[in-house]
């Protein structure tokens, strides 16, 4: 299991949102729980120095391109992009530092699969440097992926056939659990479970995440098939449960339990 680092933007800023209350038309159910007055590239850097790999920077709306590509430059190669990726520019960002594209509304259209947009974004990034964010919300008894910023829902619901599907198409999913996000109330369990079951290719998840014990639940429920990114509980977002060098320390003790030194003279 990996920690993986985030950069979530918006209006040009490092900020921390409850991801549920993002809506265009009603910008007034905005909830921010934090905003940072250091840029994009500071956290780039962060992540650089300790050597934390496929994080993710996440555009939400207009006005983040700047602070996007400067964070891509801080880490040229080190972190992935996602918010507004189309088959036309994501060949672009990719040449601009980020190591992989990550998209949903683009290929999520009208509620249900563009196939059509799906292949040409493969054909565009190469399935090896895409990753499909299937971000999701549950309605009775199904996880369904929203779009949009997470405002709408499709008709489509996380499954082992759709993520085995999916599997042939792209390198890595990320997943995050929206109704939760920014919240630090805890994760959905039951979603991590479907998804240990479910998953034929690596994935991340978020949403929800409080401590470490949360953290070692996704490891442990996750039987070790998710990585778990943190946003509003550490210390450099404002939070107050977990520190950033604890989740860093957690990533190395895992990465030490999964290769141990001297292995490769067993």
Known sequence: MKFRPCIDLHDGQVKQIVGSTLNDERPELLRT????????????ELYRRDGLTGGHIIKLGPGN??????????????????????????GWWLDHGAS???VTSYVFRDGIIDEERLHKLVQAVGRERL????????????????????????????????????????A????????????????????????AAWLPIPATYAG??????????????????????????LDIFGGTEMTYAEAVRFHRAEQIQADPPGREYE
């Open 33 to 44: 729980n934090f905003t940072t007055s250091q840029p994009a590239s500071w956290f780039a």
């Open 131 to 170: 990753v499909l964010d299937l971000s999701c919300r549950r309605r009775g008894d199904h996880y369904y992926i929203v779009t949009d910023r997470w405002q709408r829902f499709t008709q489509v619901a996380i499954s082992e056939e759709l993520l085995a599907r999916f599997a042939g198409l792209c």
């Open 172 to 195: 890595e999913f990320l997943i995050h659990a929206a109704d939760v996000e920014g919240q630090c109330q805890g994760v959905e369990q039951e979603l991590i479970e479907k998804l």
């Open 100 to 102: 992989h594209v990550i």
């Open 208 to 233: 929800g995440v409080r401590n470490l014990a949360d953290l070692e639940l996704i490891r442990d429920r996750g039987q070790g098939r998710l990585d778990a990114t943190v946003g509003s509980a």
């Open 65 to 90: 391109d700047k602070a996007a590509l400067e964070a891509l430059s801080a880490w040229p190669g080190g972190m992935q992009i996602g918010g507004a990726i189309t088959a036309e520019n994501g």
